[in-house]
């Protein structure tokens, strides 16, 4: 968001994102580099545009839009999921450097969302969400001043959960998705 001349920024909201389904068997640095250019490094130039103007007046939020992908690495999905938990790791970090300065930072961890980037799986989402039922639940999380938005509730319980498995049975337990077949297209949202 860019404040109209003369106005002050209430909140920026770092949404832009990039991805495409991949096996590191079959890794390409070039689509490696753009999910890191549109996601990580997107936000980061965000990031250095507004926050100087917040910390000046001691108010404002930064919003990024990180995945629930970011919470564990996913087969077929790896330089994704890795984007996403370095936005995560930085905006976890700025939220409680930031505070002490009256700007709020959230993360935003959607699960699967009927976007241009999701009509490119072949494979059954689960829990998938319409763009409305997703913006909401975004705007009412950043009007209450939330750490963490993070959507589908079941999604989101799940992954959490899978983060306290041990590596050796999240490794057998996600080794039949990297084997499935992925699309080279890529999206951005």
């Known amino acids: 968001m860019v404040p109209r001349r003369g106005g ?3 909140c920026a909201f770092a949404r832009a994102g990039s991805g495409a389904p991949a096996l590191s068997s079959k890794f390409v640095l070039a689509d490696a ?5 549109v996601n ?3 936000m980061f130039n965000l990031f250095d545009a507004v926050i100087p103007s917040m910390i000046g007046r001691r108010a404002g939020r930064f919003a990024g839009v990180a995945s629930i992908a970011g919470l564990r690495g996913l087969p077929t999905s ?3 999921s890795a984007t996403k938990a370095a936005m995560q790791s930085f905006l976890e970090a ?9 700007v709020g930072v959230t993360t935003v ?3 699967f969302v009927v976007t241009a980037m999701t009509e490119k799986n072949r494979f059954k989402m689960p829990f998938l969400m319409k763009v409305d039922n997703a913006a909401r639940i975004i705007a009412d999380g950043l009007e209450r001043g939330k750490r963490v938005v993070e959507f589908p509730r079941p999604m989101s319980m799940l992954m959490r959960f899978a983060r306290l498995i041990p590596d050796a049975i999240w490794d057998r337990a ?3 998705y990297a084997r499935r077949k992925v ?3 890529k999206a951005e949202r």
Do not use: A
């Open 8 to 10: 002050r920024l209430d």
């Open 33 to 37: 580099e753009l999910m890191t250019k």
């Open 40 to 42: 990580l490094l997107g």
């Open 78 to 80: 790896s330089v994704y």
């Open 94 to 102: 700025s939220r409680v450097e930031l505070r002490p300065y009256g």
């Open 109 to 111: 961890n959607p699960g």
């Open 174 to 176: 996600t080794m039949p």
């Open 183 to 185: 699309g080279t297209e």
